[in-house]
């Protein structure tokens, strides 16, 4: 798996060749077009509704959609923004796109397909009346509504309970949400606007998808069974070799970011369902609702024709079917126009196309190109059957007319076309839709209603082809792709990207100036096109100065880079600003960056961010200056801390000595370092040696299961889920003398204002009387959660556990945090390390 890389490094990237991967054409085989085929006689729909990224019911989907053949979709109402990140730094946003394209290739793997509504994952929510009150309810109703009307189910599942519980408040929101959608989606009072482009719709009924975790015990579950629609989703699939809970692991384990690798199972697999709206099934999901063509007025001869083409299909001949699908065709469009109609026109229309080995793809020589500029593509055309197929036309998506081709596809005979395509001046730069403009901190900003609920932009270029296929007119859209051969990955693929002509990034994504001294400040200007010449300057509020004040830069060929470094002097006194670089050419600003997020389980992501970043004047004392830093799930705390001049180094398994690890004043462990790095259980009596020696240790945030070692602290610990979510609630000090809130500091009630997200998480909520309870807060309406900062004299040194969220508050550039933080850091006050006698006093 590749990392994705910080903004600075990446940059070198854009137009070189790297790693990278796409979603390649689909070549389903034999047994995937027979499954297709069956599929085109089922005419039902169903719709599992869920928060987050990783809340389906991977098993269940699996079932729908392989077994029961239903048109299937995952409605999550959040892209998982909000969460933690297992395989690397991105948060935020950045998290978010990584995990809506997990649930995209999950889906490819399971069947179903993908949506989501605007709304933000805000963070760890307790009730959904918090959660309703970030979000904004009726606008993400109206989305759920949308897709619904859209999507049309018959049966929708929700993943939780509509009933207040003890989950996640975004949990049940997203029942409750499903349950009034149900409703409302056949109101035409309710979101008249998107009748314009669909109409109500009623689904049938609405279940919970449940199960023993739902019930206090066993018994209590056993009980209620009774009154539970059962459904068994262990059956076995021959034409796809695999049972559906073994496609539902391979599905789920696509939630890298998570951690949520899974095994297959086999067996009988039961799954609950309790009925919540609309009419009870007393036997059957799908009880009382007719998914076969009989539900399409005049459809005789189109059902007749498929299962025909059921009957008729050769595994070693597959084109044989074209004939019996193309009659099918001819009959559903003599039908009256319908959703039914149109869906299943659209599915045939693949299944002949894999039927005949027609291969379609549309691949540019660059993976980048810029508004204005033309672009070399070639297009590749084979049928492998011998079913006459003609090449008629090609149309891109920015030509004004069809382009006349006139190939006769022969049996099994390549066609390379190359063509060129003019970018125009006005097209839209390849910014994922719901991040172009700023949007509150519950949702998202869309305003084209047909993007709402969409997983990702259309591709930023497509090819339309239109054919005869034996003399019957077929058109196709493939999207414009990037490819090339990987000397040991072989072919790989890249979604084509439309960029600005000039790139601004800023290195350092906060600055943090501890004293009155300048910061140097790094700006890489890199061209996306030939000719790029002009001037770069960073745009600073009163009172700040940069050196120089701008520099000239001439980038003559496309992908040139300069990397410029100003000198930024701040003011005096505490401050937090946001700094803008600027590209300025031929008289037009250009502010936006370049981001990269590289994984080889996801196509490479890139966005577009403004240049920007945030600059804090801090009032800081510190001790000590060297800072061991052990990376867990991964986090930006190590370059959060040179920022305020500590030299941090970050341990690798040769460094964890004895010995070695005297030499630095603190020891830092990354968040969930007792979760994921695997020789925790090695490296804990050497690091608890280094503490009785005069040391400071500092363990971040972890859960409680899947622990590498049960003995994480040198004396009892126990960790829970309790957590305080909301950012700025009241910060109370239970040892207001001790020295973690008085040296080299003094922290106040002020350091706690600012924070974001969440205060913390995953508290203990027990331990041993060598602990002492530093601060506590708590959720309203809860009780205090006393166990966010614990701190253990053990020999000569500090043990320090802490669940309050630095990973998200230092990389925010939140003052008070830094302060608080190394008052922990310089716990030992020096003695712990061999360069850290001097007190660094930088107010």
Wanted: glycine residues 8%; proline residues 6%; contains cysteine.
């Amino acid at each position: 798996m590749k990392k994705s890389f910080s903004l600075f490094f990446v940059l070198c990237s854009l137009l070189s060749v790297g790693i990278l991967k796409a979603q390649s054409p689909a070549k389903p085989h034999a047994a995937e077009l027979l499954q297709d085929i069956k599929k085109l006689n089922v005419l039902g729909t169903v719709l599992y509704v869920a928060a987050h990224p990783d809340d389906e019911n991977t098993r269940f989907i699996a079932y729908l959609s392989n077994e029961k053949l239903y048109n299937t979709g995952y409605l999550s109402v959040t892209r998982g923004d909000g969460g933690q990140n297992l395989i690397g730094p991105e948060i935020r946003e950045g998290l978010g796109l990584i995990r809506t394209q997990e649930l995209l290739q999950a889906r490819r793997t399971d069947g179903g397909q993908q949506f989501f509504t605007r709304a933000n994952d805000f963070g760890f929510s307790k009730n959904p009346e918090e959660t309703f009150a970030t979000w904004d309810k009726e606008k993400v109703l109206h989305d759920v509504v949308w897709a619904i009307r859209k999507f049309r189910p018959d049966v929708i599942i929700t993943r939780f309970s509509p009933r207040p519980s003890e989950t996640h408040g975004h949990h049940t929101a997203s029942a409750m949400l499903a349950n009034e959608a149900f409703e409302a989606a056949a109101d035409p009072k309710r979101f008249p606007e998107q009748l314009k482009h669909v109409q109500v719709w009623q689904a049938k009924r609405v279940l919970w998808n449940t199960g023993v975790w739902s019930f206090r015990s066993q018994k209590e579950f056993e009980d209620y069974g009774s009154q539970l629609l059962k459904v068994d989703v262990g059956g076995y699939n021959p034409l796809l070799g695999k049972s559906y809970p073994e496609i539902a692991a391979l599905s789920r384990s696509m939630h890298k970011s998570q951690g949520f690798g899974s095994t297959g199972t086999r067996g009988v697999t039961i799954e609950y369902l309790e009925h919540t709206k609309g009419e009870r099934a007393k036997e059957e999901l799908f009880e009382g609702i007719n998914t076969s063509w009989s539900r399409v007025k005049g459809s005789e001869k189109v059902a007749a024709l498929l299962q025909q083409a059921v009957t008729e299909f050769k595994p070693e001949q597959p084109a044989a079917v074209v004939p019996t699908l193309l009659a099918a065709r001819k009959e559903l469009a003599k039908l009256p126009d319908s959703y039914w109609k149109r869906l299943k026109t659209q599915e045939l229309e693949q299944v002949v196309k894999h039927s005949l080995g027609l291969y379609l793809e549309a691949v540019a020589t660059e993976y980048a190109v810029t508004p204005g500029e033309q672009l070399n593509l070639q297009l590749e055309a084979i049928n492998r059957s011998a079913i006459p197929v003609q090449l008629v036309s090609m149309r891109h998506s920015f030509a004004a007319k069809d382009s006349s081709l006139n190939k006769t596809l022969a049996p099994n005979e390549g066609h390379l076309i190359p063509f060129r395509m003019q970018v125009p001046v006005s097209a839209p730069l390849s910014q994922p839709y719901w991040l172009r403009q700023e949007g509150t901190l519950g949702l998202f900003r869309v305003d084209d209603l047909q993007e709402i609920g969409a997983p990702e932009n259309q591709p930023a270029a497509e090819v339309q082809l239109d054919l005869l296929i034996s003399g019957e007119p077929f058109r196709y859209t493939v999207p414009v792709v990037y490819k090339r051969n990987d000397p040991v990955d072989g072919e790989q693929y890249r979604p084509l990207a439309i960029t600005p002509p000039v790139f601004v990034n800023i290195s350092e994504k906060v600055l943090m100036f501890a004293s009155q001294e300048p910061k140097p400040v790094h700006v890489l200007v890199k061209s996306g096109k030939a000719g790029m010449k002009g001037n770069l300057a960073l745009q600073l509020p009163k009172g700040w100065r940069a050196e120089p004040a701008q520099v000239a830069f001439d980038l003559e060929q496309n992908g040139a880079e300069q990397l410029v470094r100003f000198m930024v002097h701040p003011p005096k006194g505490q401050q937090e600003v946001e700094l803008k670089a600027v590209a300025t050419v031929a008289g037009k600003p250009y502010t936006r960056g370049l981001n990269v997020i590289q994984y080889s389980h996801i196509p490479t992501q890139t966005t577009f961010p403004e240049a920007v970043t945030k600059a804090v004047r801090l009032d800081l004392k510190r001790n000590g200056e060297q800072i061991a830093y052990l990376m867990g799930a991964g986090d930006d705390i190590p370059a959060s801390l040179q920022q305020i001049g500590y030299n941090v180094t970050l341990l690798k398994d040769e460094d964890i000595t004895e010995q070695n690890l005297k030499r630095f004043d603190a020891v830092i462990l990354g968040v969930r370092a007792y979760n994921t790095v695997e020789r925790m259980n090695f490296y804990q009596p050497r690091l608890l040696n280094y503490v009785q020696q005069g040391g400071t240790v500092i363990v971040q945030y972890n859960t409680g299961h899947s622990l590498k070692t049960n003995n994480i602290a040198p004396y009892p610990l126990k960790i829970s889920s309790q957590r305080v979510t909301v950012e700025d609630a009241e910060v109370r000090f239970l040892k207001p003398n001790h020295q973690a809130l008085n040296s080299p500091n003094k922290i106040t009630k002020k350091d706690f204002e600012g924070w974001v997200q969440e205060r913390g998480l995953y508290f203990p909520s027990e331990w041993s009387k060598e602990f002492e309870a530093i601060l506590s807060s708590n959720d309203p309406g809860e009780p205090a959660r006393d166990g966010g900062l614990l701190i253990a004299r053990y020999g000569k040194g500090h043990f320090v556990y802490t669940g309050y969220s630095w990973f998200r508050q230092l990389p925010a550039g939140v003052p008070g945090a830094y302060r608080i933080f190394t008052n922990l850091i310089s716990l030992g006050n020096g003695h712990g390390g061999q360069g850290s006698s001097a007190e660094s006093a930088v107010k």
